[in-house]
C-alpha cells in the first residue's frame, strides 16, 4: 500500500469480510478459540465445543403424569356412567405428579375423575387406556441420545436439559477477547474536562460494551496519542492479549491517520474501503496471527462497523452462526435518496399507522450517535439502489419488537420542544409507550398524514393569502371534507435567535439584509421558513439579498447551535431554543402550532394518554417553563 494511495480498494461487504477470512488464514490466525469446560450452570451463552450426549434418560422411570391414583388399564375395562367399576384397596394406588409408577400399575386417572366410597373404594365411570398421563422412561431424553451438536450457543432450557440427562459439565469454547485501542491527539477520557478540540472517548466504552454483550471479555487500553511509532507498540501488545483488536480512528485518510500504515507495519491489511456508508474507511487485517479491525472514528460508523465485521469475526472465533436480528417489512414515512456504489445504512423509526409498519429516516451522518440511539431499527439501500420513494415497501432490521413498536405514536412535521417533553412525559408514565418524533417540516408532514404514514402531523404554516395558519393548507392538501382534527397545542414565540448581549443589535427581520450578516435558514416545507418568507416579501426583501438564506437546517435547537457555535450571526427561531443554548432572542411573531390527524384516529386508545397529558396542569406548567410559550389553549379542537 503506497503512501499515496489511502485506500487499498472499496470492496462490497461480503467480499470484504470473504477476502478478510482469507488472509487471516494465511496469516496464522486461528480458525477457532480453544475449547474449555465449564459447569453446566455457568455455560448459558457460551457455544459448545463437542457434541454433548445424554448419559441418562429423563425421566429415568416410568413416571405419573398428573396427580391421582395407578391403576391396572385392564381393571377398567367396561368403567361408564351407568356401569361404575369399583377398585379396592390394594387394587389401585394414590400417586403424585412426578412419583415412579408403582410396579405393576400401566396407567393413571387425574384425582379429578376418581371418586372415593366410604369404604375406601376408588369409583371409576370412565375406562382408561395402558398408560393414560404416564411419562414413559426416556419420553424427553434417552440415554446415548445427542442432546446438543457442537457449534450450538447454549440458552437458559439448553442447560436445563443438560442438567436432566445427567451432563454437569460441558466442554465449550471460550470467550474471544477483545482489546480497543483509541488513537487520537484531541481524545480525552470520559469525564475529563475538554478544551476547544478535545473529544471525549465515548466510542471506546461503546465498542466495550457491544463485545460484552456479545458475550466477550472486553479490555480498554489508554489513549494513544497520533504517533505510528507509539501506536504500533501498543498494538503489538494488545495482538499478544486478544483474538480480536478494534484500532480505533485514524482509519480515513487524514494527516494523522496511520492506522492502515501501522497495521501495514505490522502485519497485513487485506482491505481499506469498504462500500458501506457509515463505516466506509474501515481497515480489515491481521498482525501476528491476530485479526485487527481499523475501526474509523465517528461514533455511528464505529458501532456499525461492530455489527458489520467485528460481530461476525467473533462469532466464527467461536464456532457458531452470527446472531441475527428479526426483521420486518415497513413503508417508508418520506423519500430516501442513496449513493450508489455503497450499501447504505440507514437508522429508522418505527410505528404501526393502520395497520401499516411505517419507517421514517432519520439523520444519516456519520457522527449522529443519536440517531442509533433513537433507532427502532435498520434498513439498508444496497449499493445498486439509488434509494427508495416514499410508501414503498422496504426491509427492516428490528432493534425493537414488533409489540414495542405497535405502541409507538408516530409524530410527522415541525420540529418542536414540546413534542420531545411529551415524549419523556409519556415514556415516564407508562414505560409502553413512545412518542416518535420526525423532524420533516410543517409540510412534510401534513404530506406524510394525507398518505396515511403517521398518526399525528406537527404544523404551524402560515398562509400569506389569509393570514391563517394550517388550516388554509389542509384543506388544500387532504380536503375540506377529508375528515381531519386539527388540535391546538400551543402559541409560542418566533424570533432571531443571536448570540448573549445581541452583539450586532438586530431589531427584526428588516436587518437580514444587512450584507456582513450570517444567516442560518430552516429548510423547505418548515414553517418557519414560510414565516420568514412572509416577512421579507412584506418588507420588500429578495431572499436573495440575504446572506446564508440558503443554508438549511431541521430543528430549532439546530439553528440556535450554530448561532450558538458562532457559524452564524443570526436565525429565526423559538425563544426556548435560544434559551436551551444561552443565546438572547428578539420577538418578530407570536404563532399557534397544531397537532393535525384523521378524525378517526382521534378516539383511538394510542393516542388517549397524549390527550389525557396535554390536560395535565403540571405538564403545561413544565411547556410554559421553557420559555416563549402560552398553554392557553392547549388540548382545544380548533376543527
Not at 420531545?420 to 409507550?433: E, H, Q, V
Not at 431554543?577 to 386508545?605: M, S
Request: proline share 7%; with cysteine.
Amino acid at each position: 500500500m503506497s503512501a499515496e494511495s489511502p485506500f487499498v480498494s472499496d470492496v462490497p461487504a461480503a467480499q470484504a469480510l470473504a477476502v478478510w477470512r482469507e488472509v487471516r488464514a494465511a496469516a496464522g490466525c486461528p480458525a477457532r478459540v480453544g475449547p474449555v469446560r465449564m459447569p453446566v450452570g455457568s455455560a448459558v451463552g457460551r457455544v459448545t465445543a463437542e457434541p454433548v450426549w445424554a448419559l441418562r434418560s429423563s425421566p429415568a422411570f416410568d413416571a405419573a403424569a398428573m396427580d391421582g391414583i395407578a391403576v391396572r388399564a385392564a381393571d377398567t375395562v367396561g368403567a361408564a356412567d351407568t356401569t361404575p367399576v369399583l377398585l379396592a384397596d390394594g387394587e389401585f394406588a394414590v400417586v403424585d405428579t412426578g412419583d415412579p409408577l408403582p410396579e405393576g400399575y400401566d396407567a393413571v386417572v387425574m384425582r379429578e375423575h376418581v371418586h372415593r366410597t366410604q369404604d375406601g373404594e376408588a369409583e371409576l365411570r370412565a375406562a382408561v387406556p395402558p398408560y393414560q398421563h404416564v411419562r414413559s422412561i426416556g419420553e424427553d431424553i434417552s440415554a446415548g441420545e445427542l442432546l446438543l451438536p457442537e457449534g450450538h450457543r447454549l440458552r437458559p432450557v439448553d442447560v436445563a436439559a443438560c442438567a436432566a440427562a445427567g451432563v454437569v459439565e460441558v466442554g465449550v469454547r471460550r470467550a474471544p477477547r477483545v482489546v480497543i485501542v483509541p488513537t487520537g491527539d484531541e481524545i480525552r477520557p470520559v469525564g475529563a474536562e475538554l478544551a476547544p478540540g478535545d473529544i471525549l472517548d465515548t466510542n471506546s466504552m461503546m465498542l466495550a460494551a457491544q463485545a460484552r454483550e456479545a458475550g466477550c471479555p472486553a479490555r480498554v487500553t489508554d489513549i494513544v496519542p497520533d504517533d505510528p511509532a507509539a501506536i504500533t507498540a501498543v498494538l503489538m501488545e494488545a495482538v499478544q492479549d486478544a483474538d480480536l483488536v478494534l484500532l480505533i480512528a485514524g482509519s480515513s485518510a487524514g494527516r494523522d491517520d496511520y492506522t492502515a500504515r501501522v497495521v501495514a507495519g505490522a502485519g497485513v491489511v487485506a482491505v481499506h474501503g469498504v462500500a458501506v456508508r457509515p463505516g466506509h474507511p474501515v481497515v480489515l487485517g491481521a498482525v501476528e496471527r491476530t485479526p485487527v479491525i481499523g475501526v474509523p472514528g465517528y461514533p455511528v460508523s464505529a458501532a456499525l462497523t461492530f455489527d458489520i465485521f467485528a460481530a461476525p469475526a467473533l462469532a466464527e472465533l467461536e464456532g457458531a452462526a452470527p446472531r441475527e436480528r428479526p426483521a420486518a417489512t415497513a413503508h417508508l414515512a418520506r423519500k430516501l435518496p442513496s449513493a450508489i456504489g455503497m450499501d447504505d445504512w440507514v437508522r429508522v423509526r418505527l410505528g404501526r399507522v393502520r395497520d401499516r409498519l411505517v419507517a421514517t429516516p432519520l439523520p444519516r451522518g456519520a457522527g449522529v450517535l443519536t440517531s442509533l440511539v433513537r433507532a427502532d431499527g435498520l434498513l439498508v439501500v444496497p449499493s445498486g439502489v439509488e434509494g427508495h420513494h416514499a410508501g414503498e415497501q422496504v426491509r427492516v432490521e428490528l432493534l425493537r419488537g414488533l409489540s414495542e413498536i405497535g405502541r409507538t405514536i408516530v409524530a410527522i412535521g415541525s420540529h418542536d420542544m414540546v413534542l420531545d417533553l411529551a415524549a419523556s412525559a409519556l415514556r415516564a408514565a407508562d414505560p409502553l409507550i413512545t412518542l416518535a418524533s420526525s423532524n420533516v417540516g410543517s409540510l412534510g408532514g401534513l404530506v406524510a398524514l394525507r398518505d396515511g404514514l403517521c398518526h399525528v402531523a406537527g404544523s404551524h404554516l402560515l398562509d400569506p393569502a389569509t393570514g391563517l395558519y394550517t388550516l388554509p393548507y389542509v384543506d388544500r392538501l387532504l380536503g375540506a371534507d377529508a375528515g381531519v382534527a386539527v388540535i391546538r397545542l400551543v402559541h409560542r414565540e418566533q424570533g432571531l435567535i443571536v448570540a448573549p448581549g445581541n452583539p450586532l443589535g438586530l431589531t427584526g427581520i428588516d436587518d437580514l439584509a444587512k450584507p456582513d450578516l450570517r444567516y442560518v435558514n430552516r429548510q423547505r416545507g418548515a414553517g418557519t421558513r414560510a414565516l420568514l418568507d412572509h416577512e421579507l416579501a412584506g418588507l420588500g426583501i429578495d431572499p436573495r439579498e440575504v446572506s446564508g438564506y440558503s443554508r438549511e437546517e431541521h430543528t430549532h435547537l439546530a439553528v440556535a447551535a450554530a448561532v450558538a457555535a458562532g457559524r452564524a450571526d443570526t436565525g429565526l427561531g423559538i425563544l426556548a431554543a435560544a434559551r436551551a443554548f444561552g443565546l438572547d432572542f428578539v420577538p418578530v411573531a407570536r404563532e399557534p402550532y397544531d397537532l393535525v390527524l384523521r378524525t378517526g384516529t382521534l378516539e383511538e386508545e394510542l393516542l388517549a394518554p397524549l390527550w389525557e397529558l396535554l390536560e395535565r396542569p403540571e405538564f403545561r406548567a413544565e411547556v410554559e417553563a421553557l420559555g416563549g410559550y402560552s398553554c392557553a389553549e392547549t388540548g382545544r379542537r380548533i376543527r
